[in-house]
């Protein structure tokens, strides 16, 4: 989100969006929140001096790829059995695509099985076209079609492409067919699991609180096949868990999207509570009624080794580490996940969005956070009858910037700063 200085929102908040190359070219374009047929600021192109980092991840004991089909769906390596498998056990996916344009998937933001297909979303993505620049040939974003693209792939070859305009104007749907490879991160452990009447498989709610606050990152499957990654955990003070998953959109089989697609919000608890949102993009008019549902939940926790850097109280006091191994950490192509303590000792963790440093001072955002209430008689959460976004800003002073936006109209509701306690681990 665009900020007036490092540690500051602008008064007018407005996606960033960026499209960087090899060459060291950029673009950064705007699309403000509150006004979606506003014009958009020209969009600001230069040359930036660029270093580009991979992550090390765990390989499967197995072939590498752990499978491969072909645009049909028929299989070219390794086994789709243990592709599933591996999903169940709570690991992490990635796909990669050579057929026409290359395309590779480093987010899947949610992953199912069903009927012996695999498929997977992947909803963070800004169209683009190809360009010159300079005499360069490069890639820009639209400029007269401006639309994300959500992205809707399966083990049959089938990938399905939905455009929504950030004017709220849905365009049809498109399918292709392309070859897949699929990647497995298999650094993911089980660490707690019950059925819906909370009776405990394995593990404890206490090892997930504690690997939540060692800075870990956490997976959740369901017994209906859909394993993802929470977008943030919270401990309360009596020691529930609660997640939120909100990169979900509606389907119509596993195939495709629904016609009408529609976001699916969730909230989870390790009492087994489960909480739906659906909401139309663009609008984000409530769909249905609310839903409520007691599920079965297996959560795992990444076992990578995540080092806490820096702790700042308060006060705004260094009571754990340097700030200036963490900036050179994270300058190093290091990720970043932050668990913060509120004055009440409520917990939010979650890995930060960006990052921009200013000297020795970091600044970090995370923006894919909705505002949630305590369930009456419960120690539940759920989204507040008038859902809004809490875009946050946590910085080493010790600071906490909560600019609060309502989900319906994209209308600003207040901006608020307080102090808080945050541990800044890095992997």
């Known amino acids: 989100m665009s900020k007036e200085i490092w540690n500051t929102f602008s008064v007018e908040a407005a996606h960033v969006f960026y499209i960087f190359c090899t060459s060291g070219i950029y673009e950064k374009s705007l699309q403000y929140l509150s006004e979606s047929s506003r014009p958009n600021d020209p969009d600001t192109f230069g040359v930036i001096g660029l270093r580009w980092f991979t992550r090390k991840y765990c390989r499967h004991r197995d072939n590498y790829p752990i499978y491969c089909h072909d645009d049909e769906g028929r299989e070219t390596c390794g086994s789709l059995s243990k592709l599933q498998s591996v999903i169940q056990q709570g690991n992490d996916v990635r796909i990669f695509s050579n057929s026409k344009i290359a395309l590779s998937l480093p987010i899947l933001d949610n992953i199912s099985l069903r009927n012996a297909i695999i498929y997977a979303q992947m909803l963070r993505y800004v169209a683009s076209n190809k360009a010159v620049y300079n005499g360069t040939n490069i890639r820009k974003f639209k400029k007269e079609d401006r639309h994300s693209a959500f992205f809707y792939l399966s083990s049959n070859g089938t990938i399905t492409f939905l455009r929504w305009y950030f004017a709220g104007l849905q365009k049809g749907i498109e399918v292709d067919k392309r070859n897949m490879d699929w990647y497995v991160d298999t650094c993911w452990s089980e660490i707690y699991s019950y059925n819906?009447?909370?009776?405990?498989?394995?593990?404890?709610?206490?090892?997930?609180?504690?690997?939540?606050?060692?800075?870990?990152?956490?997976?959740?499957?369901?017994?209906?096949?859909?394993?993802?990654?929470?977008?943030?955990?919270?401990?309360?003070?009596?020691?529930?868990?609660?997640?939120?998953?909100?990169?979900?959109?509606?389907?119509?089989?596993?195939?495709?999207?629904?016609?009408?697609?529609?976001?699916?919000?969730?909230?989870?608890?390790?009492?087994?509570?489960?909480?739906?949102?659906?909401?139309?993009?663009?609008?984000?008019?409530?769909?249905?009624?609310?839903?409520?549902?007691?599920?079965?939940?297996?959560?795992?926790?990444?076992?990578?080794?995540?080092?806490?850097?820096?702790?700042?109280?308060?006060?705004?006091?260094?009571?754990?580490?340097?700030?200036?191994?963490?900036?050179?950490?994270?300058?190093?192509?290091?990720?970043?996940?932050?668990?913060?303590?509120?004055?009440?000792?409520?917990?939010?963790?979650?890995?930060?969005?960006?990052?921009?440093?200013?000297?020795?001072?970091?600044?970090?955002?995370?923006?894919?956070?909705?505002?949630?209430?305590?369930?009456?008689?419960?120690?539940?959460r759920m989204f507040a009858?008038?859902?809004?976004?809490?875009?946050?800003?946590v910085t080493t002073e010790g600071r906490l910037t909560s600019s609060l936006w309502d989900v319906k109209d994209n209308r600003q509701i207040s901006t608020n700063t307080l102090s808080v306690t945050c541990s800044w681990f890095v992997n």
């Open 196 to 380: 819906n009447k909370k009776a405990v498989f394995d593990g404890s709610e206490q090892r997930l609180r504690i690997s939540i606050m060692a800075g870990r990152r956490i997976r959740v499957v369901f017994t209906s096949g859909v394993a993802t990654e929470p977008d943030s955990v919270i401990v309360q003070t009596n020691g529930h868990t609660n997640a939120q998953l909100l990169s979900r959109m509606s389907r119509f089989n596993h195939t495709h999207f629904d016609k009408k697609p529609y976001w699916i919000w969730q909230m989870i608890s390790t009492t087994g509570y489960r909480h739906f949102l659906r909401l139309v993009p663009g609008s984000y008019v409530i769909t249905k009624n609310v839903q409520n549902r007691k599920d079965s939940v297996r959560w795992y926790t990444d076992t990578r080794s995540w080092r806490k850097l820096l702790t700042i109280s308060a006060s705004g006091t260094v009571t754990t580490g340097s700030k200036e191994v963490l900036s050179r950490s994270l300058e190093l192509g290091g990720m970043l996940r932050l668990v913060v303590t509120f004055s009440n000792y409520t917990v939010i963790a979650f890995t930060a969005d960006s990052i921009e440093f200013i000297g020795l001072e970091v600044s970090a955002q995370f923006v894919r956070y909705i505002g949630h209430i305590q369930k009456p008689d419960s120690s539940d």
């Open 385 to 393: 009858p008038e859902p809004h976004w809490n875009l946050i800003l």
